[in-house]
Structures are given as C-alpha cells and as structure tokens.
C-alpha cells in the first residue's frame, strides 16, 4: 500500500451543514440587498439622463426660439426697408406722372385728363395703404405721355410757358440723372438751347428746337420707364437670391443644429453609460479579485472581459456599444457574485477540514512540517516517530465536495492480495481511519471509505476483535 495514493470523499456533518445553509442564506440575501441597490442606482442614472436630456431639449429650444426671433427681426427690418425704398420710388413716379397729366392739361388735352386723374388718386390711396404698385404706374405714365403727345394745344405761342413746361417734365424724375445719365444730359443740353431760343427774334429756331426737346423729353422718359423695369426685375431678382440665401444659411443651421444635437446626444449617453459602469466597476473588481484567489480563472475572465467591453466601447466614443456592454455586466454579476460565494463556501469547507485535518493528525501522533496553498488545494506534510512521512492534499470535486488524497512513504504495509480466507492487515488504512474519526462528525466532516489503486473491490478493512490490525472481509 506503501506509495500508492488513497482517497477519500469527505462529507459535511448534519451541524456543520446547516450552518453553511444559514450562511448561504445569508449571502443570499445580502446579494439580493446589493442587486436592489443596484438597480435603485441604474434607476436613478436614468432619471438624471432623462433630466439631463430634457434640460438639453429646452435649452436647445430656447436658442431656437431666441435665433428664429432674431432671424425674424432681421427678415422684417429688410422687408421694411424694401418696401419703404419700393414705397419712394412710387411715390416720385405718381409725382411724375401726376407732372405730366398736369403738362398734357396745360398742353390743352381734354379727353381722357379725368379718367388719368380719376386713376392716379386710386393708385395714391393704395400706395397709402402700403401696397406696392408695381407695373401699374409705368402703364399710367405711358397714357399722359400719349396723351401729352397728341394734344393739339400743346405748343403755345408762349414759349416761355412752353419751356417751363418742358423743364418741370425733366425734373418730375428726379432718379432721371441716375438712370439716364446720357439721356438726362442731352435733355438738359437741349433745354438750354431751347432756353435760349427764347428771345423775341429766336422764334423760327425755338419752333424748330421745341421738337427735337420733346422727342428727347420722351425717349429719357421712355429710357427710365425701362431703366425702373429693369431695377425693378433686378430688385425682384435679388430678393429671390436673398430667400436663397437665406434658405441656404437656414438649411446650414438646420445642419448644424442636428449636429450640435446629435453630439450633445452623445455627450449624454455616453455619460449615462459611463456612470453605470462606475456604479458596478467596483463590485466588478471585487469579483475578478477574488475569483483569481479562489482558483476560478474563468469566472475572473468572464467579468473582466465584460469589464474591458465597457471600458473600450467609452474609450471609442461608442454609446450604443457601450450601454449594452454595461447592461450585459450588470446582467452578468449576480450570477458570478452567486457563483463567487458558492467557491468562498467551498474555500472556507477546505480551510476547516485543512485545521481539522491538522489537529486530527497531531492527536495521533504525528508532526505538522508545514503546507501550501497551490492551484486551488492545499498541501500538508506530516511525519511520524518512526520516519514515515505524509502529504495530505485538500481539493474539491467539481460539485464542491471536499476530496482527501494521501501520498505515504515509508510505512511497513502488508501485501494487499492475500488468500479469500486469510487475515489482511494494513496499518496505514488503520491509522487513516482513526484520524478520520477525528474530524468533527455531525459538527464537523465525515469522511468516507479510503480506497486506492488496486483494492479490492466491495471491502472494507474491520477491526479483528481483540487485536489492533484491520482485516478485508467480502460484503
């Protein structure tokens, strides 16, 4: 028997075990207790984010609300000045024209002068109520021009009277030198020309001038009607390339103000992540800890994986990523913290049998020379009196049930093979045995049957009646 190791299952006694099962409860409670806690705390990060995100909104609301303002304000100021530009030059065109039916009066025109006037008051009362005229004073100038024009009276005997009123049609368009600049020169040149065709022996020469002076007074006329069609267009034009530019800016502060949001977005879920994972990275650690004390790589792996996934995924800038990392470790904890008490309860099972185990063999005899802990186990060595050394090894089984395993050098064992009816004896076992009885019972550890390579099969070793050797019998 000498060399061969010898095993044995241990049991825990009826006491022992109901203070584990007190001290599982208990844990169980506790992790219960923690898993409550935690949750109030993930509830609480929630409603901060949610708090978080709608002062967020709202503050993004009221800048909104302060920009469109502006924007507005500013829209308006342009509109306003648009139309009081627009509303100006109305009002020098109506005069204009109000000159020329006045001219075409005074030229002698009759048909037609009521009607002219009858329209002009109209377009002057919309132009009071803000309404822009547009075309219809251009149409209302060409008729008192034509009007003008035809008059049988226009030319007077009175060329002084005739000339006043030639100079009052130039100077009713007071833009005239701003838009017809060519046109209000050759107007003005041949005005002083006609001015000086005035003189009492000028008359054939003022007959002669007075024409060409209204042909000119005409096409100046006629080139700033033109002139205004055109700035008109041109201020119609550029209204339109300012709503597209206003439409462009909009469109570019839409973009981004979506992406000031999508970023403040991710700001905040990202700071809803990271503070969960504060919540829970310590008890996270306390698991990888202890579970790398404990002989249980895998379960540290799994949490510190779980761990790195979250931590990585904030590096990244990742929120979506990183909440269900986060959510997974949450998930996984409990199940690891339950697990974590599980090999705690089966470490402190081992520590007790180790000084039970140590006491048990110091009662018979024998001198502790020292252990270790390795890989999950421990390792004791004893010696006898007579030379004969021990190592004892504390495992577990995968189901947590303590294992004793014995490694014996030096003892005197008899052979283990003997006839079916002679007496077997073996020392070694008997000493095991009475070790054993020594480990606490219902309030301690109940080991059972040792065995080893090579015994036989269904027998166990009694006690011979009167003698201190031990005998196989068949069951």
């Not at 838009?179 to 040149?189: I, K, Y």
């Not at 994986?305 to 904890?333: C, K, N, Y």
């Not at 039970?356 to 020292?370: H, S, V, Y």
């Not at 093979?417 to 550890?445: I, M, N």
Request: glycine fraction near 8%.
């Amino acid at each position: 028997m000498s060399g061969s190791p010898k095993y044995s299952t241990v049991q825990v006694g009826a006491l022992y075990a109901q203070r584990e099962e007190a001290e599982r409860r208990r844990r169980a409670e506790e992790r219960r207790a923690r898993e409550r806690r935690r949750a109030a705390e993930r509830e609480r990060i929630a409603q901060a984010a949610a708090a978080r995100r709608e002062r967020a909104r709202a503050a993004a609301a009221r800048k909104e609300a302060e920009v469109a303002a502006r924007r507005e304000t500013e829209r308006a100021a342009r509109q306003v000045r648009a139309q009081a530009e627009q509303t100006r030059a109305d009002e020098r065109a109506l005069e204009e024209v109000r000159e020329l039916v006045a001219e075409a009066q005074r030229s002698g025109a009759r048909d037609g002068i009521g009607a002219l006037e009858g329209e002009l008051a109209t377009l002057k009362v919309r132009l009071a109520r803000g309404e822009q005229l547009g075309g219809a004073v251009e149409e209302l100038r060409g008729r008192a021009v034509g009007l003008r024009a035809t008059a049988d009276g226009g030319r007077t005997d009175d060329r002084a009277h005739v000339l006043a009123g030639l100079e009052r049609r130039l100077s009713a368009a007071p833009d005239g030198a701003t838009l017809d600049a060519e046109g209000h020169r050759r107007c003005t040149d041949l005005l002083g020309q006609l001015r000086a065709a005035t003189a009492p022996d000028q008359q054939v020469r003022f007959e002669a001038l007075l024409g060409t002076v209204e042909h000119a007074l005409d096409r100046h006329a006629a080139t700033l009607g033109q002139a205004r069609e055109n700035a008109e267009r041109e201020a119609r034009a550029e209204r339109e390339r300012t709503a597209e530019r206003d439409r462009a800016a909009e469109a570019e502060r839409a973009a981004e103000r979506a992406r000031a949001e999508a970023e403040a977005a991710l700001e905040l879920a990202l700071t809803e992540a990271a503070e969960r994972l504060d919540a829970v990275r310590p008890a996270a650690h306390g698991v990888v800890n202890t579970a790398a004390d404990l002989g249980a790589p895998d379960l540290a792996d799994t949490i510190d994986d779980a761990l790195r996934a979250a931590t990585e995924a904030l590096t990244a800038r990742r929120p979506a990523e990183a909440m269900a990392a986060v959510a997974g470790l949450e998930a996984a904890l409990p199940d690891a913290e339950s697990r974590l008490d599980e090999l705690e309860l089966a470490d402190e099972r081992r520590r007790d049998l180790v000084a039970a185990l140590r006491d048990a063999m110091t009662g018979e005899g024998f001198a502790f020379e020292g252990g270790a802990e390795e890989d999950g186990a421990f390792r004791l060595h004893f010696t006898r009196p007579t030379g004969a050394t021990y190592e004892t090894t504390i495992a577990s089984e995968e189901d947590g049930t303590p294992v004793l395993v014995y490694r014996v050098e030096g003892e005197p064992d008899v052979t283990l093979h003997a006839a079916p009816d002679g007496a077997v004896c073996d020392t070694t076992e008997e000493l095991l045995e009475r070790v054993h009885e020594s480990l606490g019972g219902d309030d301690g550890f109940v080991p059972g049957e040792i065995t080893w390579d090579g015994k036989p099969p269904g027998r166990r070793a009694k006690q011979l009646p009167g003698e201190a050797s031990w005998r196989w019998t068949n069951p």
